[in-house]
Nanobody
Framework: QVYLVESGGGLVQAGGSLRLSCRTS????????MGWYRQAPGKQRELVAE???????RYADSVKGRFTISRNNAWNTVFLQMSSLKREDTADYYC?????????WGRGTQVTVSS
């Protein structure tokens, strides 16, 4: 069984920082691409950042220069360091991976940025 469990969300003031973590089990983590997505109220889920098995990263334009995705294969964990947070970053954040033609998601962690 594949499990993804996010943590690290919370309430932060604009300009502040948070680090999200997503711990996985049930997959050979090191060979998997991992993604962070977010969904704001009333909006579609969108890709925020992704990291390949070899460490190549890609970011949404809206977070470039502010967010950093990283992974620790020994811990089976992917991180999202978020800095210079803006109110528009408020959303539920989910990590995702794909295995055997199926997408797997965590339950999400809520990030609220106040002005």
């Amino acid at each position: 069984q594949v499990y993804l469990v996010e943590s690290g969300g919370g309430l932060v003031q604009a300009g502040g920082s948070l680090r999200l973590s997503c711990r996985t089990s049930g997959i050979n983590f090191a060979i998997h691409r991992m993604g962070w997505y977010r969904q704001a109220p009333g909006k579609q889920r969108e890709l925020v950042a992704e990291i390949s098995s070899n460490g190549t990263t890609r970011y949404a334009d809206s977070v470039k220069g502010r967010f950093t995705i990283s992974r620790n294969n020994a811990w089976n964990t992917v991180f999202l360091q978020m800095s210079s947070l803006k109110r528009e970053d408020t959303a539920d954040y989910y990590c995702q991976t794909r295995w055997r033609s199926s997408n797997y998601w965590g339950r999400g962690t809520q990030v609220t940025v106040s002005s």
